[in-house]
């Protein structure tokens, strides 16, 4: 049964700290996603990756935040420092483009991150 | 700017009735238009649209696509309290395989 998956599920830290977020896309999927999640923005991307390249950022607050896939079958995010507004769920999602038209994005479980 | 927008923004109904989700979107380069429900975990996949006017279905769900009006369409009858979920559209960019997600609506089923 393939699927994404995420580690660390919830984490709580102070501000200032660093956080590493964590993903295992689905096997053969050849672009992974982070996107985050609040009750005032919605689901918002943050990166995605193609073929493990970096191919937008743009939704990233750069200052503190940075995405990379090391290989591929993992994709992390970090953010250091981390600040309360950042308080959130990240998604991971992998998908595979195929010809025109896009596979559907699987998403990962999501990390619940509080920052105190 | 890109924009998918979704209404209502919430919604409560009793088991048994029907309901019609919204999504209308503005997005230069159209690629698809996907639903997604979403429970206390992570979005699952409910339907890809690409063409206008071609309905598809699964179970009690269905949902369809005007590409001239730039909307979309998702209804469930028979409702039941599995349904209870935010559905989120959201709308893929050509140029960049984006997805550009509508905030979502929450529908609410009671017994």
């Known amino acids: 049964d393939a699927r994404v998956t995420q580690t660390p599920r919830h984490k709580v830290t102070e501000m200032g700290q660093e956080v590493t977020m964590r993903c295992q896309p689905i096997l053969g999927h050849n672009t992974v996603f982070w996107y985050r999640q609040t009750m005032m923005q919605g689901l918002e991307l943050l990166a995605y990756?193609?073929?493990?390249?970096?191919?937008?950022d743009s939704g990233m607050p750069k200052d503190r935040f940075s995405a990379e896939m090391p290989d591929a079958t993992l994709a992390t995010l970090k953010i250091q420092p981390s600040e309360p507004r950042d308080s959130a769920v990240y998604f991971c999602?992998?998908?595979?483009?195929?010809?025109?038209?896009?596979?559907?994005?699987?998403f990962g479980p999501g990390t619940r991150l509080t920052v105190l | 700017e890109d924009k998918v927008v979704q209404s209502p923004l919430s919604l409560v109904v009793h088991e048994g009735d029907t309901v019609t989700l919204n999504c209308s979107y503005e997005?230069?380069?159209?690629?698809?238009l996907l639903w997604y429900k979403q429970e206390k975990k992570a979005p699952t996949f409910l339907f890809m649209l690409?063409?206008?006017?071609i309905e598809k279905k699964s179970g009690r769900l269905s949902s369809i696509l005007d590409k001239k009006e730039l909307f979309s369409i998702l209804n469930i009858t028979a409702t039941q309290t599995g349904d209870s979920a935010i559905y989120l559209c959201?709308?893929?960019?050509?140029?960049?395989?984006?997805?550009?997600f509508g905030t979502g609506t929450r529908l609410q089923v009671f017994p």
């Open positions: 997005v230069t380069n159209f690629r698809s």
């Open positions: 959201a709308v893929e960019d050509g140029n960049t395989d984006k997805l550009i």
């Open positions: 690409t063409s206008s006017g």
């Open positions: 990756f193609r073929n493990r390249a970096p191919l937008d």
């Open positions: 999602a992998s998908g595979h483009l195929r010809g025109v038209f896009y596979n559907e994005q699987f």
